[in-house]
């Protein structure tokens, strides 16, 4: 016999799982509440590295359907999600994503769903990559100096303290800098 499941997912302490259950049960289905997984971790985390999902799991079994209130529940991570999906599918689990109209997402609509969705996210990034690149490529024709800005009279002090003799560890901990800093300034 199917059972369902709920996954949800929120990314920090300051939000709530609330929604997406109320999201859920306003669809009309009815997940038992020992069922409902709630998990506060980053999308960002693998599924399989994210405690809550590990033991979802483990209590799932072949039949069993998992539903999310949102393809980004399962991660952020187009090929994350991708293979989550894959081994729950594998495993005999059906996924539902309430918020692509319910769609199995181990079904060949879902499967070509997911993968539109992915090449889109893949297109965007990639933009953002070249957008990115531009500007930079723009600013330093500019002349703008890129990266953190320099200490002031870091060079200065790191010399007058490496002309008295001082170690670089000796010179980082009197001046309350790190080592790398020194290294940097050491023969400016």
């Known amino acids: ?14 939000q709530k799982t609330e929604n997406q259950v109320q999201e ?15 998990e506060v971790i980053s999308g960002s985390v693998s599924a399989k ?22 393809l980004d529940r399962l991660g952020r991570n187009a090929m994350d999600v991708r293979s989550t999906v894959e081994k729950l599918e594998s495993d005999g689990i059906r996924v539902l994503c309430l918020a692509l109209g319910g769609v199995d997402l181990t079904s060949a609509p879902g499967k070509m769903t997911m993968q539109v969705l992915g090449a889109v996210a893949e297109f965007e990034r990639d933009l953002l990559i070249e957008r990115t690149q531009a500007g930079l490529k723009r600013a330093r024709g500019q002349g703008i100096k890129l990266g953190r800005p320099e200490a002031l009279g870091t060079t200065a002090a790191v010399q007058k303290l490496k002309e008295k003799g001082l170690t670089q560890a000796v010179v980082a901990h009197s001046l309350r800098l790190g080592i790398a800093t020194v290294k940097r300034h050491w023969n400016k």
């Open 1 to 14: 016999m199917s059972r369902l499941f709920l996954y949800a997912r929120v990314s920090t302490e300051d």
């Open 24 to 38: 859920i049960r306003a669809a009309g289905y009815d997940v038992h509440p020992a069922r409902v997984i709630e």
């Open 49 to 70: 590295q994210r405690p809550g999902f590990v033991k979802l799991l483990e209590r799932m079994e072949s039949g069993d359907t998992l539903l999310v209130s949102k």
